[in-house]
C-alpha cells in the first residue's frame, strides 16, 4: 500500500515536471540577472552605419532598444550571457538587419 503510494507520488511529480512551462533562461552579465531594468546605452546599426542615443531594456534573450527620438525595435540578442557590455551583438529579424549595443551602467 505504501509503495503503491509513493509510486504514484513519483509518477505525479515526474508528470508534473513535464507539463510544466519552460522557464527563459534571463539574460545575465557576471551572473546576475538584468533583466527588466533599463540602462543608457548606444545602438549601432549594420544597416545605416549610424550610432544612436537610446536606452535598453532585457527580456531573456531580446532587448528593446527606444530610440531617443521616439520609437523602438525588438533584437534577438546572440547569447543572453553577456561578455562584454560594450559590444552587444544582437539581431533585428523582422528587418534582417546586425546592431551592436554598447550598454553603460553594467561595469
Known amino acids: 500500500m505504501i509503495r ?15 507539463v ?12 546576475s ?8 546605452a548606444s545602438a549601432y546599426s549594420y544597416d545605416t552605419g549610424k550610432y544612436y542615443d537610446v536606452t535598453v ?14 520609437g523602438h525595435i525588438t533584437l534577438a540578442l546572440d547569447d543572453e550571457e553577456i561578455d562584454d ?12 538587419v546586425y546592431w551592436s549595443l554598447d550598454v553603460d551602467g553594467l561595469d
Open 85 to 96: 557590455p560594450h559590444d552587444i551583438s544582437a539581431y533585428d529579424y523582422n528587418r534582417s
Open 57 to 70: 531594456e532585457f527580456d531573456s534573450d531580446e532587448v528593446t532598444v527606444y530610440f531617443a527620438r521616439g
Open 4 to 18: 503503491t503510494l509513493a509510486f504514484r507520488l513519483i509518477g505525479l511529480a515526474m508528470l508534473l515536471t513535464l
Open 33 to 40: 540577472n538584468i533583466d527588466g531594468v533599463s540602462y543608457d
Open 20 to 31: 510544466s512551462p519552460p522557464s527563459s533562461p534571463a539574460a545575465e552579465y557576471l551572473g
